[in-house]
């Protein structure tokens, strides 16, 4: 039998005097392989995988996880080989998969990851998918990876959460979580999409940069407009939303500048006008995306988008509905709200939170004054790849295609 050596804390940078024990793969008893991951240790800037250099027994596990520990503390005991570990780094390819810094807001969260599979194979995942796996109860072996080499991310497994949770009805999730009484009220745990949604906004407001310009748009002609269209017989109805998400895939295309993303230290410049609208349903807000709005006439989208929305309060949207485009229209003017400030969905650059539609009196050009409609617009950008000045000529662009609403015809 081999004596026992043991596994430290590892210095990951010149800088690094403590590390968090994030999570343990591995647990007293186990075999372990060489090129097997034992543990993730998170840092201020990184988490980082440390696996094993060769074949052996974990004997013991000294710190348990949650733990800041010195660098070189002793975090386990094994036996059977003499180069024990070393620590994965992240790789490029991963940095827009982040997910939470202790103290730097912006740092990545290492991505590699090797990790064992039953003992029949190696299931190529990241620390953060098999932490939201395992969080929501889903088996990594159920996931199909999406990276490199078939290597499951956290958007994959978010996936997967989706799809469980369209796969039970309301009512019956209810049923199947207990309420607890407490003083401050009924608590009870949150389900797993829940979760997903939460951790993604406040992810969003971590790493994202948001900034946010606002205007009143005249929508006096485009309420004529959108009532003469809902006349007419045969065509499928129009709502301002509807409208409202034409205007914004006609700005892009006018100011493709404004249809990128910020993705691994680069900026993706999109191809197509996408736009993703904000739909309310029982198990919470979604937001699907409409493909090529430019390319569409108002007619298609409506048809389009009244079937998105459908498919969404009822859990049967895909995921590839719900992943694209750079904006996202947020309107809950039908609720009175004067304006909207909103939280960029993450993995876009930009969302713009639409408001109720008010009476205003505004000063004609003989500065008598007129009654017109306005609209609050608030736009809110990821200051990473987009500035004031593009954001507001975009919103002034979007505002303009409102206020002259013929232009929204065309095809």
Known sequence: MSAASTIVMPKLGLTMTEGVVTSWLVGPGDQVRSGDVLVVVET???ASEVESLGDGRIETIEVAEGSTVPVGTVLATWTGGDAVQRSLRPEAGDRNQVATARKSDNAP???????????????????????????????????????????????????????????????????????????AGLRRPATALEKTIARRMTQAKQI????????????????????????????????????????VGRALAQMPEINVLWSDDEVVQLADSDV??????????????????????????????????????????????????????SNVGMYGASHLIPIINPGQSAIL???????????????????????GLVLACDHRVLDGV???????CVANLLKNPLLLLRA
């Open 276 to 329: 993703g609208f904000a739909v309310d349903t029982e198990r919470g807000l979604f937001a699907p995306v409409i493909r090529a709005v430019n390319d569409m006439g108002l007619e298609a989208l409506a048809r389009a988008a009244s079937d998105l929305a459908g498919r969404a309060k009822e859990g049967r949207l895909t995921a590839d509905e719900l992943t694209g485009g750079a904006i996202t229209v």
């Open 390 to 396: 593009k954001a507001a000529r975009f919103l002034d």
């Open 44 to 46: 201020e800037k990184i």
């Open 109 to 183: 969260i290492a991505q590699s990851a090797i990790a064992r599979s039953g003992g029949s194979g190696r299931l190529i995942a990241t620390p953060l998918a098999r932490r939201l796996a395992k969080d929501a109860g889903i088996a990594l072996s159920t996931v199909t990876g999406s990276g490199p080499r078939g290597r499951i991310k956290a958007r994959d497994v978010e996936a997967a959460i989706a799809l469980a949770a369209r796969q039970l009805a309301p009512s019956a999730a209810i049923e199947q979580t207990a309420m607890i009484g407490s003083p």
């Open 208 to 247: 994202i940069p948001h900034f946010y310009v606002q205007a009143e748009a005249d929508v006096s002609r485009l309420l004529t407009l959108r009532e003469e269209l809902n006349s007419i017989e045969g065509l499928t109805r129009v709502s301002v939303n509807h409208l409202i998400i034409v205007a």
């Open 353 to 375: 939170g639409v408001a109720a539609i008010k009476p205003v009196f505004r000063p004609d050009a003989n500065d008598q004054p007129v009654l017109q409609r306005e609209i």
